[in-house]
């Protein structure tokens, strides 16, 4: 491929993914005026040039130089220090530069998009075929440097202000703890430990450069707290940085969680933005990622449905459990989703207004406000869209959107509900539809004994327990996939979309054959498609088995050894677009109790009276 087309598929990569809208100017307290913000600007565009300048130089050594891996980790470093503020400015372009080494479907297009980034390049660099693919170095090169462009012109353009700087400074936090911890950054040299401790060095950097003297005016013991807490968490990384032996949990209890902590009130202290103007996905005020409230439901819910009244969400439960929505009088939402069954119902497949059994597996409904795909394929992008979908089924409700669910009227309380809730009685479902949602992103609990004790206000966490969560974050790579703190798919820190997988799951415990049910294919008929599955969360999973789309495993033992074994891949089937990031993980059966300690920990306090 010549440098031309080169061009032409960067440029048109760029214009896929940039978002330079214009947007209406941002109020800037009086306050912020003083703070010397392009301190903060000059600081990340001289990080992104440092990143341009290394790129070029490791273009001009190549790949077989022994100095490549160096000039590779050199380049992760600054990069490091500039991603805060280029993934506020422009996320899309931000992830792709970092983002995992798979290739892309662009549905608005219909087009792949290959794999690329410095996941890709560094699959490339540490390949130890002696045979590399010379080509393919260039082109990782090539489109690295149209990203990184990209976003320096972005930094350039755009100055920092409140808004930006704290959005900035609460991502990369959330990086460190969901990304960083799991080795998402760098899957195949193991090095994103070290590269914590480049985040929290340049988060005080920032600090320093911009905000520190009216914290130092107005809180002078925050300010020295701060520091000291910062120098503490790179201090225990500097002294034990392997990736497989790191203690996470012990980091993240002692030493991330009271930087967060810090972090919060420092911004609070500063009084420059109160982020109550737009809702994000998570909680500017809650001292740590691991509380009740961390994450903010209304990111999630749309626009028309935020901040739900107390009367849709008594009119939405109430709708949850009646069997009179459905054509036949017999299902309600409440058939398969199960208080008492964690809201799944324990069945290998579910069943269908007839009894007969369903293609696949029901999940649960908690904490499913915090997902950006619903269905187990993926194909419905928010709640209402999977409800309206068990109304027009014709194995379910069989009822259609179109039309009011007259039958449930004649419970007349509906009528009052409706208008208080409304104003008025529906003449089609979608008040319905919308009440039920409500009600659904409600069902969210943080509160287990993992979250009890990894935000310090219990200490009853096992040894093995403790390590089940080390190896989920670290040898098992189980957080690369179902991300920290949420477990489930949804990505950090944008949480803008949620992943799917290609993992190859068999039809039968057996492990004989692969199921023959492609899942997300079916939306676009795309070879990369090819049974992929969204990633389900973990949290209850002790009370939500059996597990698997098609229920396949009825343990969490028989869950472990798949993955243990690699996959559908590693099982001998033809697998081409497996996503795993391993062929197999080598644990032995001390190791995978430990994991399955660690995930009981997850079930909510009382879930089946929370709720």
């Not at 598929?9 to 978002?19: K, T």
């Not at 976003?151 to 959005?167: G, H, Q, Y």
């Not at 520091?227 to 949990?249: G, L, M």
């Not at 489930?488 to 199921?515: C, H, L, Q, R």
Request: overall charge neutral; charged content about 25%; hydrophobic content about 35%.
């Amino acid at each position: 491929m010549n440098q031309n087309i080169y061009k032409v598929i960067v440029f048109s990569v760029l214009v896929l993914l940039s978002c330079n809208k214009t947007k209406k100017s941002e109020h800037i307290p009086l306050k912020a005026n003083k703070v010397h913000w392009k301190n903060a600007q000059d600081y990340y565009i001289k990080n992104m040039d440092s990143v341009i300048n290394l790129l070029d130089s490791l273009r001009k050594q190549g790949v077989k130089n022994p100095k490549a891996k160096q000039l590779f980790f050199d380049i992760r470093k600054v990069f490091k220090k500039a991603e805060p503020y280029a993934g506020v400015l422009n996320p899309e372009v931000t992830h792709r530069a970092n983002g995992p080494a798979l290739p892309v479907y662009k549905d608005d297009s219909g087009r792949v998009i290959e794999p690329v980034g410095l996941q890709k390049l560094e699959e490339t660099i540490f390949d130890d075929d002696t045979n590399i693919n010379l080509k393919e170095f260039n082109r990782d090169i090539y489109f690295l440097e149209g990203f990184f462009k990209n976003l320096k012109e972005n930094i350039s353009k755009r100055a920092v202000n409140p808004k930006r700087f704290f959005l900035a400074t609460h991502q990369q936090l959330m990086r460190i703890v969901s990304l960083s911890l799991a080795g998402f950054d760098t899957p195949v040299s193991g090095h994103s430990i070290s590269e914590i401790a480049i985040s929290l060095q340049s988060l005080y950097e920032v600090y320093n450069l911009t905000i520190q003297p009216i914290i130092k005016e107005k809180d002078l013991k925050l300010d020295r707290a701060f520091k000291v807490n910062i120098q503490k968490a790179i201090h225990f990384i500097d002294q034990e940085s392997n990736f497989e032996t790191f203690d996470r949990f012990y980091f993240i209890k002692n030493h991330f969680n009271l930087i967060t902590k810090n972090w919060v009130e420092i911004r609070q202290t500063s009084d420059l933005w109160d982020a109550d103007d737009t809702p994000f996905p998570f909680n500017f005020n809650a001292p740590t990622f691991f509380e009740e409230d961390s994450f903010n439901v209304n990111f999630f819910l749309d626009v028309n449905d935020r901040n739900p009244s107390k009367e849709k969400i008594m009119l939405g439960k109430k709708l949850f459990f009646d069997e009179s929505l459905s054509q036949k009088g017999n299902m309600s939402c409440a058939t398969c989703h199960l208080p008492e069954k964690a809201y799944a119902d324990g069945l290998k497949l579910s069943k269908g207004n007839d009894g007969s059994l369903l293609q696949r597996n029901t999940p649960t409904l908690l904490n499913s406000i915090y997902q950006k795909a619903f269905f187990w394929d993926g194909r419905a992008n928010t709640i209402e869209n999977q409800i309206n979908s068990v109304f027009n089924n014709d194995k379910e409700f069989n009822t259609g959107v179109h039309r009011f669910s007259g039958n449930i009227l004649k419970d007349t309380t509906y009528i009052r509900l409706f208008k208080e809730a409304y104003g008025i009685v529906p003449k089609s479902n979608k008040e319905t539809v919308r009440a039920i949602s409500v009600f659904v992103s409600t069902l969210h609990g943080l509160n287990s004994k993992f979250d009890r004790n990894i935000r310090n206000e219990e200490d009853s966490f096992t040894e093995q327990e403790k390590r089940g969560f080390n190896l989920y974050m670290g040898k098992a790579l189980c957080a690369t996939c179902h991300f920290i703190p949420l477990t489930n798919g949804t990505v950090p820190p944008f949480f803008s979309e949620t992943e799917k997988e290609v993992i190859g799951v068999p039809a039968t415990k057996e492990n004989k054959s692969i199921d023959t049910d492609k899942g997300f294919y079916w939306v676009f008929e795309e070879k990369i498609h090819e049974n992929m599955f969204k990633t389900p969360t973990l949290r209850n999973v002790e009370a939500t088995g059996p597990y698997m789309h098609n229920g396949v495993y009825e343990t969490l033992e028989e869950v472990m050894d798949f993955y243990n074994k690699g996959g559908g891949s590693g099982l001998g089937f033809d697998v081409p677009h497996q996503t795993l990031p391993f062929d197999n993980l080598n644990l032995s059966e001390e190791e995978t109790q430990a994991i399955i300690a660690f995930m009981k920990t997850l079930t909510d306090s009382d879930i089946s009276e929370t709720y």
